[in-house]
């Protein structure tokens, strides 16, 4: 009987005599990357995985330029969210190839970041009074403040707190008050209080100007013409 995942491995990663320094690398890096494999096989399908994952495996190290910590991580992160299938790791490794992930210590450090993302999104629902998790449109804008923008929940929190007028508050809201300060060059929660105090500061001053121009309007004495006879050039 012959091992089918030896020979799978075999046409993958096959062993050459006479071999440049260059080649000699490359192999190294098939070795490690054939007991990945191996290892994928014998955690996740029992040692008896199908030939065809033996060439997609392989076209995602080629594709993504994972190394062998970070496959075999994509397949216990779909294994532990009940979806291995290829669709769905293809879905995953893209997704983590965007968000420039190769190594071991760029996954973690990826990881780290979702972490505070989902930690913060859970406080903005409770903030806002959600008895409910955040749907995926909302979780994108968090990541979009969080990540894109740099902003400390500090600063998100201000602009949650300018929510209170409305009644039904929604991120489309929160997301224009938050762009509007990042637009300005803010990037202190200081600077953003600041920038709201002269905003203040200036809506009195136009209100003032206004009442103060009305004021005098109708303070403005009209001159009374008692005699219109004078108008009259023709009169004698």
């Not at 965007?98 to 913060?120: A, M, P």
């Not at 955040?134 to 602009?159: M, T």
Request: glycine content about 2%; overall charge neutral; proline content about 1%.
């Amino acid at each position: 009987m012959n091992n089918l995942q030896e020979i799978e491995l075999h046409k993958l990663y096959h062993p050459k005599t006479a071999l440049s320094p260059e080649q000699i690398l490359e192999n190294s890096k098939n070795k490690y990357r054939a007991n990945a494999i191996e290892t994928i096989s014998n955690t996740f399908f029992s040692g008896v995985m199908s030939s065809s994952w033996y060439s997609d495996i392989d076209l995602w190290f080629q594709k993504y330029n994972f190394d062998e910590e970070v496959m075999i991580a994509l397949f216990q992160y779909c294994f532990d969210h009940s979806a291995l299938h290829h669709n769905y790791i293809e879905t995953v490794a893209s997704a983590w190839a965007k968000n420039q992930i190769k190594t071991f210590s760029d996954l973690e450090k990826y990881y780290e970041k979702q972490e505070k993302i989902n930690t913060i999104a859970k406080t903005i629902s409770k903030k806002l009074g959600f008895s409910r998790q955040l749907s995926q449109y909302e979780q994108a804008y968090v990541e979009k403040w969080l990540v894109d923008y740099g902003y400390s929940f500090d600063i998100i929190e201000i602009a949650l707190k300018k929510t209170t007028s409305k009644a039904n508050p929604n991120f489309d809201y929160i997301d224009r008050i938050l762009s509007d300060w990042y637009d300005h060059k803010l990037k202190t929660a200081d600077e953003i209080q600041k920038y709201l105090a002269d905003m203040k500061q200036k809506s009195k001053d136009v209100a003032n100007m206004k009442k103060n121009t009305a004021t005098n309007f109708n303070n403005y004495e009209q001159r009374l013409y008692e005699n219109l006879d004078q108008f009259y050039a023709n009169k004698k």
